[in-house]
C-alpha cells in the first residue's frame, strides 16, 4: 500500500499493525517523515513501514507498484490535482483501488464563499466530486463507491476549534498566541464553509 502524503503516519502505523499490510509512506516535509520514522520504531512497525522523500504530484516509483494508494485529506493541497490521480493510476497495479478521503467544493457553494479558505491553503480552487470523477475517468480509473460525508464536516471543524480553545484556555502560556490565532482563523473558516 502506498499513503501519498503520508503526515506523521498514523494512518501507516494502523494499517499495518492491525492487518499486518507493508505500507509506504510518502511526504514531500523531511521534518514529518524523520517523526513518522521515529514514532514506527517506537511501535516496532519500522520493517512494515517504509518511509519515502518525495512529492505526490510526481510519485517517485515505477508502475504497477501498490495494490493501494490511500490518501486522506491531502489532494485538496494540491494545484495539480490531474497529476495526481494520473500518477496514482500509473502505480497502481491492475484491479488495484484508489482509496482517498478530502475536503471538496459543494456545486451548490456560492461564489467566493471559500475564498479564505482557499487563500489560506494559497489554493485558486477546490475540487468537486465531479471534478475527480472526470480526473479518474481520464486515466481509466472507474468509481467503485461514494460517500458524502458533508454534513460531518462542520461539527468536525467546531470540535477541533473547541478543543483547541480548551487547549489555549489551561495552556496558554504553552502557545504561540500568533499561531493560535491563526488556528482559530482558519477553523473558523471551515465551520463557515462546512455550513
Known sequence: ?????????????????????????????????????????????????????????????????????????????????????????????????????DLMQAVQCPEGMLQPILDRLLLENMASPGYCRGAAARVALRELSYEDLTPHLTTHHAKVLEDMESLAAHNGHLLDENNVQRARTGLHHWVEGGD
Not at 511526504?27 to 518511509?51: F, P
Open 1 to 101: 500500500m502506498l499513503d501519498i502524503d503520508s503526515g506523521y503516519g498514523g494512518t501507516a502505523r494502523h494499517l499495518a499493525g492491525t492487518h499486518g499490510c507493508r505500507v509506504t509512506g510518502l511526504s514531500i516535509s523531511e521534518v514529518e517523515n524523520e517523526r513518522h520514522r521515529k514514532m514506527n520504531e517506537a511501535k516496532g512497525l519500522q520493517d512494515r513501514i517504509d518511509v519515502v522523500d518525495g512529492n505526490f504530484e510526481d510519485i517517485p516509483f515505477p508502475g504497477n507498484s501498490f495494490d493501494i494508494v490511500w490518501s486522506q485529506d491531502a489532494m485538496l493541497h494540491s494545484g495539480a490535482r490531474d497529476q495526481v490521480i494520473a500518477d496514482v493510476s500509473r502505480v497502481l497495479k491492475p484491479g488495484g483501488e484508489f482509496i482517498f478521503t
